[in-house]
């Protein structure tokens, strides 16, 4: 064994670590994808069951209020609640989806594993 053969085994040894790496790299990113495309599921989910209750809740205000002031006026109440409640949710855009993705981001992208253990 001569000096170019030990220069071509540190060469392959040093492309096989490189290659790990790399798949370990990528295990690391379909794991945390996965998890995050969860996230987002379950949000989403949560989302929709959310807003069909709060529309169901709108239609019994109009019937509890139908009443008191009429139809126009009621339908009128509920979708001045409606456009409130799409107001304070674009006043906390920043709060509620930006700050929690850019976290999200960061611990996939950013922060080790083995760091954190």
Sequence with gaps: MGFGADIENISKDALE?????????????VENLSLLFGDVICVFALFMLLFVAYLALMVA???VLLPLIGLPLSIIAVALLLLLT????????????????????T????????DEK
């Design 107 to 114: 611990r996939i992208f950013f922060i080790d594993e083995d």
């Design 17 to 29: 670590y490189l290659k790990r790496g790399i798949n370990g790299c990528k295990l690391r990113l």
């Design 61 to 63: 205000v109009v019937i």
């Design 86 to 105: 799409a107001l304070i949710v674009y006043m906390l855009r920043e709060r509620l989806f930006a700050d929690r993705m850019v976290k999200h981001f």
